[in-house]
């Protein structure tokens, strides 16, 4: 890190963090690595990038630290990023995480 982030590191710093959360149940450091990749790609402005984190994020970080219907509006936005940049496997992963989700906190899924 003696010369900085580059704005692939935000790619590699979730995953890191589902280790860390895994292995370790340290939750608040891998939470942190995942707002850090958060704020790596609004940095960088990696457009190509930021559906694919922010479902990582919402998907096996957030989800640990935070209850699941505050996780809904991170797969939305991730949803919409995947959408707008033809990133097909990140808006099926969003689309089956957002209805699990919302099963598991009791939200008629005809309603979706």
Same mark, same amino acid.
């Given at each position: +890190?003696?010369?900085?982030?580059?704005?692939?590191?935000?790619?590699?710093?979730?995953?890191?963090?589902?280790?860390?959360?895994?292995?370790?149940?340290?939750?608040?450091?891998?939470?942190?690595?995942?707002?850090?990749?958060?704020?790596? %790609?609004? +940095?960088?402005?990696?457009?190509?990038?930021?559906?694919?984190?922010?479902?990582?994020?919402?998907?096996?970080?957030?989800?640990?630290?935070?209850? %699941?219907?505050?996780?809904?509006?991170?797969?939305?936005?991730?949803?919409?990023?995947?959408?707008?940049?033809?990133?097909?496997?990140?808006?099926?992963?969003?689309?089956?995480?957002?209805?699990?989700?919302?099963?598991?906190?009791?939200?008629?899924?005809?309603?979706?």
């Amino acid at each position: +890190m003696q010369y900085g982030n580059s704005p692939i590191y935000a790619f590699f710093y979730p995953p890191w963090g589902v280790v860390l959360n895994c292995e370790s149940q340290d939750i608040d450091s891998a939470n942190k690595l995942g707002e850090l990749a958060l704020n790596l %790609v609004s +940095m960088f402005n990696t457009k190509s990038l930021i559906g694919r984190i922010l479902y990582v994020v919402a998907a096996w970080l957030s989800d640990s630290k935070y209850h %699941v219907r505050e996780t809904q509006a991170r797969f939305r936005e991730s949803y919409q990023s995947a959408l707008k940049n033809g990133d097909w496997e990140v808006v099926g992963y969003c689309e089956k995480h957002k209805s699990q989700y919302s099963y598991f906190v009791g939200q008629e899924l005809t309603d979706l």
